[in-house]
């Protein structure tokens, strides 16, 4: 048989990692929905703490919100017992989805199709003619209400962040973090946050692109021409990247801040002839791009991705978690919950709204993402078994990186990837 | 119904937005751009935050600046799917109001690629408000509320 067309029926088999440092990721892995349905259960459902929501959003007992964890639709909501509790969105009976609104407020959910109702820690409390019509029909006698709750999430709840877990065996949420990432939540939760809205937007690329993305610091300067042209954050400057032990969590950062007014540019020899290191374009009206300092740190722009499925990101005054909800392994959409904070005056809540044009899918700064997994996505859909390049910052060890100039954190991604897929990477003897 | 536009004023509202849209049809972003008086807002936002009274915006433009900043950003900065915007815009339902007259539209927004596929980019509806300067109607106020809140892609160009 001809290996090349006979795909191994165990999707791992089909593609090669021949780097152990991740520096060969196969472009299969991008690709395959078989792939993506093993990663629902090894990924999202393996032992990680994916985040769902903030506890703001969940201000009074039966507020809810439906997100998701992969791709399972997940209601996570506020109990009368005041606790936060999550689980899945699809009723014990036959299935159905039970929530249909996106978010609300209700005493119990209430599936439409048979009218099964759950309490909002998930247990089943009602069934419409449980017992049939003077003795006939119904469910049998032996039917225990008790074994048909809808499927619970562990919860843990960090600084007013809520992750969910469908793992008995992932580890506590703060180990799992660890503590640069612990710190960050803290920073950027360090006060009541308020919601000033969402956005979305839907990616026709695999969710992996993306999460490459976010731990490339080294596209930054050179895609999102904005942000250099506006010396937001140059490759350059002062800036590089914090990862927890596992090295699966990478915050991007940078401490640049916007050139200031009236400042020419300075021709910058790293950007070669590419015309972009010492363009000299200016902003009719540049106070979108102040920064407004207001951590006790000098950091302008951060992004913090945590393994698997969120980022928070700081970039300058915006701040917003972005939720990444995977649709197939040729879609995923981004939800991002932009935040300011419940004592901002009307100037910074001002500032906040217009600086987010920064951000998101129409991002000054941000849009590119969404073409460059594009153009990736499309271009890999033959040869699944070569590999992408992922050397800058060197190849080996997996650790924090001094400047900007690297991807070393994409390979921490894939190593923890790789672990909990059960794949091997490396020389296949080794 | 007595506040409806006079017949030659909604003539004129009808115009103005085949205009904006043939503008940026055309690729004609700096011309769109003088559709605007210079203290505007130019702002699209998502159903889903208009329905939960929350401010943020997918593009926001509190003045004719910011717009100019848009566009030349577009032009010299931004790197976005190359594409060609088809806007349809639906029967126009003008009001005289106390600060000038308003407008609403709904708006179909087809893009279509280099090679031709097309796909349906976004539908909403544009609530404006206009004034006559010079003796032409110019947007004070435009809010584009989309209904397609999941941006597909990317929203580079105005809608």
């Known amino acids: 048989m001809d290996a090349a067309t006979v795909p191994s029926a165990d999707p791992i088999q089909r593609y090669s990692f021949p780097a152990a440092d991740c520096s060969r990721i196969p472009y299969g892995m991008y690709r395959d929905a078989d792939i993506y349905a093993l990663e629902q259960e090894r990924i999202f459902r393996g032992p990680v703490w994916n985040y769902l929501a903030l506890e703001c959003e969940l201000p009074n007992p039966g507020d809810f919100r439906v997100v998701a964890v992969g791709d399972t639709p997940v209601i996570v909501n506020r109990a009368r017992d005041g606790n936060v509790h999550a689980m899945v969105n699809r009723c014990a009976h036959r299935g159905a989805i039970v929530q249909r609104a996106i978010h609300g407020n209700v005493r119990k959910h209430v599936c439409c199709y048979h009218q099964w109702s759950y309490e909002l820690t998930g247990k089943l409390t009602g069934i419409p003619f449980r017992r049939g019509v003077e003795g006939v029909g119904g469910l049998p006698a032996d039917f225990d209400m008790a074994e048909h709750g809808l499927q619970k999430l562990r919860v843990e709840v960090l600084c007013g962040v809520i992750f969910g877990s469908f793992s008995p065996e992932a580890c506590p949420l703060e180990d799992f973090l660890d503590a640069p990432f612990v710190a960050q939540i803290r920073r950027l939760f360090h006060k009541p946050p308020v919601v000033l809205g969402y956005q979305r937007q839907r990616v026709f690329g695999n969710w992996k692109l993306y999460t490459d993305n976010l731990r490339d610091p080294n596209h930054g300067g050179l895609l999102h021409m904005f942000q250099i042209t506006f010396g937001i954050a140059r490759l350059s400057g002062r800036g590089g990247a914090t990862l927890d032990r596992d090295g699966k969590h990478n915050m991007s950062w940078a401490a640049q801040g916007a050139r200031p007014e009236g400042e020419t540019p300075q021709a910058d020899a790293g950007y070669g002839d590419t015309g972009r290191g010492d363009m000299d374009i200016r902003l009719r009206d540049p106070s979108m791009l102040r920064y407004h300092k207001e951590y006790p740190d000098d950091l302008s722009l951060t992004v913090a991705s945590i393994f698997p499925n969120c980022a928070f990101q700081q970039i300058g005054n915006t701040l917003a978690v972005r939720q990444i909800r995977t649709k197939s392994a040729d879609e995923f959409e981004i939800v991002s919950t932009y935040f300011g904070y419940d004592d901002d005056d009307a100037a910074m809540r001002r500032h906040r709204l217009r600086k987010a044009n920064l951000a998101g899918p129409a991002g000054l700064v941000s849009m590119e993402d969404g073409e460059a997994v594009e153009l990736v996505h499309r271009a890999i859909l033959r040869d699944l078994d070569e590999h992408s390049v992922v050397e800058f910052g060197g190849r080996g060890p997996v650790t924090d990186q001094p400047n900007l100039v690297t991807d070393v954190p994409m390979r921490g991604f894939w190593i923890t990837y790789c672990r909990l897929m059960g794949i091997h990477a490396g020389p296949a003897n080794a | 119904m007595s506040n409806l536009l006079p017949l030659e004023l909604h003539m004129q509202m009808t115009l103005l937005f085949e205009e904006y849209a043939r503008l940026l049809d055309e690729d004609r972003l700096e011309e769109w751009t ?116 999941a941006i597909l892609t990317l929203l580079a160009t105005p809608i």
């Open chain 2, 34 to 149: 003088d559709l605007f008086t210079e203290e505007c807002l130019y702002e699209i936002v998502s159903r889903e935050n208009v329905q939960q009274n929350l401010p943020l915006s997918l593009m926001l433009c509190d003045n004719k600046n910011m717009i100019r900043d848009r566009i030349s950003a577009l032009r010299q900065a931004n790197i976005y799917n190359i594409h060609t915007d088809c806007h349809v815009i639906g029967p126009i339902r003008g009001t005289v109001g106390e600060a000038g007259y308003e407008a609403s539209a709904a708006y179909s927004l087809f893009q279509s690629t280099q090679e031709g596929e097309t796909r349906l980019f976004s539908v909403g509806r544009y609530h404006a408000l206009v004034i006559e300067r010079g003796g032409l109607l110019r947007f004070v106020r435009q809010r584009v509320i989309v209904d397609t809140g």
